[in-house]
């Protein structure tokens, strides 16, 4: 019977540690925390200095907690000692308190320790069984701290909004990080808004030195006073811009008539490229989303399993990196000892400093773990690929490349500046050579705009000296626009918070999950934008809680947790300072959201009965409502009480009217977005969505043709995708016409139905069978009734690509593996684009729609799945 206990939080970290412990102990899994505040209710007794009530989870369909529970304290019982092993942060600390609490009885003496390793190591794991210790009560401290502080935002705001907010089918939620995390977005997207474009003009200009090549120069300079480039607000008083285009053509003609241009001088300069900072959480989440567009909880998640264990053939499971939440960019002893070898050994002695290179932390960094490295520098990413699945190797390489090349020596550059001389004028070419790789050999840190040192190496000047006459072959006049600030990417949310204390790096996946699961914010094209409702949310917070969900309050929040941490201040006292403030504003917020939904008088009179109009607070924003309840008759706030122009619609929609009852349209904002409606509601629902530019799609067109299922008219509907043909009652009717491709039928034996035209949900265009679900033949190309000639099949596939052009292949690509010879383009590949397997029979087997789903959204070939 083992003699020890060993508790983890999770089964593969469990797996991975019982091969380093032997037959003495027993290694068994918590599954994470056991206990917490109770689901309902808020669980803290204020009035006894904030004293929380934890209980042990309750079951859900994915986790018996209570079995767990039970099987922890059988084991407990039989062990001489128990030593806990959670993570080795505030939370993993708080796991082994609560594990404590339910394993031991409070009058037992049965001994337990608290193990702490940085890495999932034979040498680790048995190095913290000669050293166990006592768990850290400071650190509990700060992660029930936390957590209490948490709760006490989470249940008196969020239910506040749901009261004031209410009445969509999600529940609002405010949360002391999250909250502030939208905050930013939301003012992000006011800067956009407000943003007032300044327009500058550039000149570029071509020029031709004794020797090749040519090469590209701006203008650098006019009468002496260096020209100014977009952000005009930080200019000073020694800069000049170009505003307009008359001041532009002047310049252009004075350009033209310079007689002669020189080379002013030639400087040519060493630079040095330092490498950057082995992975901190931060920078590994910012990394990965730059590189490898892995979201944050993604990254993290991946990481875990990296950190926990990872398979390896013989060796078993292997804890590939060290723990991955940390803020330290130290390294241990013996980890940059074994890198110096390796790098030495790989990459050759000229790529190894004479000493190793130590990096600061940030300000507030807490010292006790390492960076994110490899357990082990001598397993390369090409080692262990086999092992591993397509995310984690990306990362794992991601993780070994960045440690590695951190302890490898700068790149070295020659940077050439040429400044050209005519006139009142100056260009200037800058370009950049890489002389000696270095660290780069390795790694390149990624960037979230390009900048000028990306366009210094692009470039390639000729050998000049100075004096020397060169010919200007080309002059370009370019106008240009100022740009508002960027969106916030998932990696740029996350240096944000990161430089300005908001949260720690380790919350961070679950505060920009949150923003999102709640629909405060959507992620378009990798850049967040936030919705109506997100506005509104962020608008009332902000108002109404001046410091709770201010950036800088909630950074000085982090730092007295921090101090907690260190124990250097009482958590009590700290939570103490904070509900004093929170109470005030919380009271004060409830009587002003209160106000503004029961809604405020206002000189607006109601178009339909002329009753006066109160302005009133939604889920969308504000909006006026008619003051007589028999009228529900409501618009957008700061539109005009004339029907025709209701609802703050733009002069486009002025004109635009209901297809069903003849009334004018309005502009509304709802859940979705924005639409017009009629201003007969609630006689008349009938909406009408908008196209992207902001147009009103097209009204339905009714047609003679009836529905098949229901017996009402078929109309032309226009939907995501464009223009369909559908039954008029749809989506009440779910009936849609599709077309027959040519009348070619089905192969599939005893089928009897028709290959039609069909859409994915990403809106891709694919050819199904007209009896799905019951049949679920599937092509991604188009069938075309033309028999195969060699197999003589009823018809064959249609591909255009825009190397080969259009050809024809058929189906059965194992059976038969006929393929028509394209008109190759040129430097066009052989073998055609993409044409897809057909399974080993010599019709099309039916595909799964899980599987369809699969292969729409990365692209591949559907029937490549038969």
């Not at 909250?179 to 956009?192: D, G, T």
Request: with cysteine; charged share 30%.
């Amino acid at each position: 019977m083992p003699k020890g206990l060993v508790v983890v939080e999770s089964p593969a970290k469990a797996k991975t540690i019982t091969k380093y412990l032997g037959k003495d102990f027993a290694v068994l899994a918590s599954y994470g925390h056991i206990k917490d505040l109770p689901e309902k209710g808020l669980g803290v007794d204020v009035e006894r200095g904030f004293e929380p009530t934890y209980e042990v989870i309750p079951d859900t369909k994915k986790r018996n907690n209570a079995k767990t529970v039970r099987e922890l304290k059988a084991a407990a019982r039989a062990a001489e000692a128990i030593y806990l092993a959670a993570d080795p942060d505030r939370e993993g600390e708080a796991i082994c308190q609560h594990l404590r609490e339910e394993l031991v009885d409070a009058k037992s003496k049965k001994p337990v320790y608290r193990l702490l390793f940085n890495e999932i190591t034979k040498d680790a794991i048995q190095a913290s069984l000669r050293q166990p210790r006592e768990i850290n009560a400071a650190l509990v401290a700060a992660q029930q701290a936390r957590r209490v502080l948490d709760r006490l935002v989470g249940y008196q705001v969020s239910p506040m909004l749901n009261r004031r907010l209410g009445g969509g089918k999600m529940a609002l939620s405010a949360g002391r990080v999250q909250s502030v995390a939208l905050r930013l977005v939301v003012e992000r997207e006011r800067e956009i808004l407000a943003f007032k474009p300044t327009e500058y003009w550039t000149f570029a200009a071509r020029f031709a030195a004794k020797l090749p090549p040519e090469f590209a120069a701006n203008l650098f300079s006019v009468e002496g006073v260096p020209l100014k480039t977009g952000d005009f607000d930080k200019a000073r008083k020694n800069e000049c811009h170009i505003r307009d285009e008359a001041q532009a053509r002047d310049i252009e003609r004075r350009l033209r008539a310079v007689d002669a241009w020189r080379v002013a001088s030639v400087v040519t300069k060493e630079k040095r490229r330092n490498p950057v900072a082995p992975f901190i959480t931060s920078t590994l989440q910012q990394e990965a989303a730059r590189k490898l567009s892995f979201p944050v909880k993604k990254t993290m998640q991946v990481a875990q399993k990296l950190y926990e264990g990872v398979e390896l053939g013989t060796e078993g499971s292997v804890g590939l990196i060290t723990y991955m939440r940390t803020d330290s960019t130290r390294i241990a002893d013996s980890a940059l000892s074994e890198a110096r070898d390796f790098i030495a050994a790989s990459y050759g002695a000229n790529k190894l400093p004479a000493k190793p290179n130590q990096y600061k932390n940030k300000k507030g960094a807490q010292d006790a773990h390492e960076a994110i490295r490899p357990t082990s520098a001598a397993r390369t990413p090409d080692q262990v690929a086999r092992y591993l699945e397509a995310d984690e190797l990306a990362l794992y390489r991601l993780i070994w490349q960045r440690f590695i090349a951190s302890q490898m020596v700068p790149a070295i550059y020659d940077a050439t500046t040429v400044d050209i001389a005519g006139g009142d004028f100056v260009f200037r070419a800058t370009g950049s050579v890489l002389r000696f790789a270095g660290f780069l050999a390795v790694y390149e840190e990624g960037k979230d705009e390009r900048d000028a040192a990306d366009d210094a190496l692009a470039v390639k000047l000729p050998p000049v000296t100075a004096g020397e006459v060169v010919d200007c072959r080309e002059l370009q006049a370019n106008q240009s626009f100022t740009k508002p600030p960027a969106r916030y990417t998932e990696a740029t949310l996350v240096k944000t918070l990161e430089e300005q204390g908001i949260g720690r790096p380790s919350t961070y996946a679950q505060i920009l999950s949150v923003i999102q699961a709640r629909s405060y914010v959507e992620k378009r094209e990798g850049r967040f934008h936030p919705t109506d409702l997100g506005m509104v949310v962020a608008d009332v917070l902000t108002e109404n809680f001046t410091d709770l969900f201010d950036p800088g309050y909630t950074a000085s929040l982090e730092s007295q947790l921090d101090e907690i941490e260190e124990g250097k201040r009482d958590w009590r006292d700290a939570l103490d300072d904070f509900y004093e403030k929170f109470q005030a504003e919380l009271k004060a917020a409830e009587a002003n959201i209160k106000k503004a939904k029961d809604g405020v008088a206002t000189d607006e009179t109601c178009h339909k009965c002329g009753s006066p109009m109160m302005l009133k607070l939604g889920r969308f924003g504000k909006y006026l409502a008619c003051s007589n309840p028999e009228c529900k008759a409501t618009r957008d706030y700061g539109a005009r009480s004339t029907p025709a122009e209701e609802g703050d619609a733009p002069a486009a929609y002025a004109n635009v009217t209901c297809e069903a009852c003849g009334r004018p349209m309005t502009h509304k904002k709802g859940r979705w977005g924005d639409f017009l409606a009629c201003t007969g509601y609630p006689e008349c629902k009938t909406t009408r969505q908008l196209a992207k530019g902001g147009a009103p799609k097209p009204p339905d067109v009714l047609l003679e043709e009836s529905c098949p299922t229901c017996g009402k008219p078929l109309a032309v509907k226009h939907g995501r995708f464009g223009e369909f043909t559908s039954c008029s009652t749809y989506p009440k009717c779910r009936y849609v016409k599709r077309e027959v491709v040519k009348c070619v039928a089905c192969p599939r034996p005893g089928c009897g139905g028709d290959i039609i035209e069909r859409k994915s949900r990403r809106g891709a265009t694919f050819y199904g069978c007209t009896n799905y679900p019951d049949c679920e033949v599937v092509y991604w190309d188009k069938p075309v009734l033309e028999s195969c000639p060699s197999c003589a099949a009823p018809f064959t596939l249609e591909k255009a690509t825009k190397r080969a052009g259009t050809y024809r292949y058929c189906a059965d690509k194992e059976g038969c593996g006929w393929t028509e010879a394209p008109t190759p383009a040129k430097n066009a590949k052989a073998a055609p684009d993409g044409a897809q397997p057909a399974p080993a029979s010599d019709k099309p087997a039916p595909v799964k729609r899980a599987t369809l789903k699969k292969k729409a959204a990365s692209g591949q070939s559907v029937a490549s799945a038969a």
